[in-house]
Each structure stands twice: as C-alpha cells, then as structure tokens.
C-alpha cells in the first residue's frame, strides 16, 4: 500500500501518524503551531478528527453526562460544552489542510459521518482513518471504501470476527488498499492489557495488508516495541505540553517523545534488516582480526609429527582454522618451528 510517496509495508520504516485529533483545543493557532512541531519532529502525517456536535453525540447521551468531575484538567462544563469548543469547523479543515500542503506534511483526520468523509473527500486527503468505534458501522465502512483511497482501521475492542467483517465490507467495495492498527481503546490501558502479539496475529491472519499500531499508552517503550514486531504505521496522540486542559494532552507524546518514537523507529527497522542470514562486510572485514588460527604448543622440529596436545587456537585467523584441526593433527612439519608459531598448510608434509 502507498501513501502519498511512502511505502507502507510490514518491516520497514514505520510511516508516523501524529494524532492531534482535538488536542488544538479549538484553538487555530495551536493547531499550526503543533503541525509545525510534528515536522520538526520528522512525523510523516499529522491527524485531526471530523466530527461535529450533532454527527457523533446523540441528544440524550448530552443529558445524561451533563457534568464530569475526574479530572478538571481533562473535563470542563457539560459534554455538549466541550463538544462544541473542540470540535473542527468545515472551514478550519481547509485552513489546516492548506497550511499542511504549504508545509509539506500530510494532512489527513477521521471521519466520523458520511458528510464528513466528503469533506475528506473535497480536501484530497491521502487516506481515511477509521476509528475502533466505527469498525462495526458497516455503512460508513462502504462510504469510505468507495472513495478508492487507502483506508486505516484501527481494531480497538473488536474481536476478530467484527474486524474481519469490517475488511470484507471494505473489499466488496472493490477497495484493496487497506492498513490494520492494532489499537487498546483504554486511555492510557495497562501494559498486560496491550498485546502487542496481536500485530503477529493480525499479519497471519490478514498477509495481504500492511499492519500497524495505534497507541494510548504513556510514554515511548510501546511503540517502539510495535516496530520490532513489524508495525508498518504508528499513530501516536501528540500534544506540545501534556499539562494543557483538554481530553487527550495527558496520555499524548509531547515533542521530544515523538522527535524519540520517529528516530528511534527509524532505528529499530533498518536494524531488523533481512529474515535471510547475511553476513556484512565490516563482518567479514573482521574475520581475521577476531577469529583463532592453529598454534604450536611448543617448540618443534622437521619431521615430527604433529598430536593433539601440540596446537592450540589463537588470533589472528589468518591461517588454519580451528575446524580444520583434523587435517593437522597426524601430518608431518616440514620446518623447525617455534611456540605459537601459525600453522600454514604449506608448513605441513
């Protein structure tokens, strides 16, 4: 699958989403300046959300969480005030998008509607992100499919049946450009709850897609972790100062994470390297530097006939091998030789 100029492949360079989603906090200023920070960073996309206060909340879930009290820094007034402060206005999604073309990063968000997966649509975004919370919501999944982009679907909470479900609904739409996140829709979850494994069991059981990991977890560790396993995409919240009032600032990367998730990535995969045994050249070049040859134990004279307890093995490894002692022990020297002399093969009768 191919995002803008990226390859996203499983075991490669991870392709990094930074998720700022409604960390602008309604805020344009933010917005930019957190795009601007995500480049520098080395990210290759930042993410918003599409959704506004009538397209994702129902009338009576605004009544019945009027009011949150777990965290002040988090929470503030009613659901449907905070709804209304965070979410992204039609026009702000082209000022954003604008901004990120200018700026040569991709811009992209999820959709949580049809009409605001055609507002992706008019904007040319390189591809749909799914939330967890839509993989059963088949009719938006045939939406988006139809669009002919690549479509992101993270699997937050979902068994396998309804992931499989969600693939099939993508593909009866003729769309075969797909990317599976392995997502824990807890935030943040425990470490016991993440199962990073599942990125294995997804690329077994899914081996015609990309795989990759949306994180919640706090901190680096994690995602890191996703790309020693083959995570093709990390998409990871991001924030600049995890202090800031708002639903996600706490649980996200602030920029020095993120500048460390995208460089030590970048690490992990090019160290993964090839399944095929491959010995480099440095490798090569250290050979004779790091390896034994075969050595006189002592003292001895031409024509005596070389035992067991007459070689031993030091460096360098210039000369005969210590696997090839079969082949020494039993001949003949040809020469007067000193302790710890190499052995040639044309030092033997």
């Not at 507002?119 to 938006?140: C, G, H, Q, T």
């Not at 309804?162 to 979850?189: M, Q, R, T, W």
């Not at 035992?307 to 020469?335: A, C, M």
Request: glycine share 4%; hydrophobic share 35%.
């Amino acid at each position: 699958m191919k995002i803008s100029k990226y390859e996203i492949k499983n075991y490669t360079k991870p392709y990094i989403i930074a998720e700022i989603g409604a960390n602008h906090n309604g805020d344009m200023s933010l917005a930019k300046e957190m795009i601007d920070k995500a480049i520098e960073c080395g990210a290759n996309a930042v993410k918003f959300q599409s959704w506004t206060d009538k397209s994702l909340i129902s009338k009576s879930e605004y009544k019945n969480n009027q009011k949150y009290d777990d965290s002040p820094k988090k929470h503030f007034g009613s659901l449907q005030e905070m709804v209304e402060k965070y979410y992204l206005r039609e026009d702000q999604h082209y000022i954003l998008k604008q901004y990120c073309d200018e700026k040569g990063i991709d811009f992209c968000s999820t959709p949580f509607s049809e009409e605001e997966a055609d507002l992706l649509e008019k904007l040319d975004v390189p591809f749909y992100k799914v939330a967890s919370m839509d993989i059963d919501n088949i009719r938006l999944l045939k939406h988006i499919a139809r669009k002919r982009k690549p479509v992101i679907l993270s699997t937050g909470m979902a068994t396998l049946g309804e992931i499989e479900a969600a693939v099939k609904a993508i593909e009866d739409e003729g769309n075969f450009d797909i990317c599976l996140l392995h997502c824990i829709s807890i935030y943040p979850p425990d470490s016991k709850d993440i199962h990073l494994n599942n990125i294995l069991s997804l690329q077994k059981i899914f081996p015609d897609y990309p795989i990759g990991f949306s994180d919640h977890t706090i901190g680096v560790s994690v995602p890191i972790a996703s790309v020693a396993l083959g995570a093709a995409i990390i998409e990871k919240h991001f924030t600049l100062d995890k202090d800031l009032p708002g639903w996600d600032h706490e649980i996200s990367a602030d920029p020095e994470e993120l500048m460390f998730i995208v460089r030590e990535s970048n690490i992990v995969a090019q160290a993964l390297g090839s399944f095929r045994r491959t010995i480099s050249e440095a490798e090569k070049n250290k050979k004779p530097k790091f390896r034994r040859s075969i050595v006189l134990t002592k003292d001895m004279k031409a024509g005596e006939v070389i035992s067991e307890n007459h070689i031993t093995f030091k460096r360098p490894g210039t000369h005969i091998r210590p696997d090839q002692e079969q082949y020494v022990v039993g001949r003949v020297l040809k020469r007067d030789m000193s302790q710890d002399d190499l052995i040639d093969w044309i030092d033997l009768v």
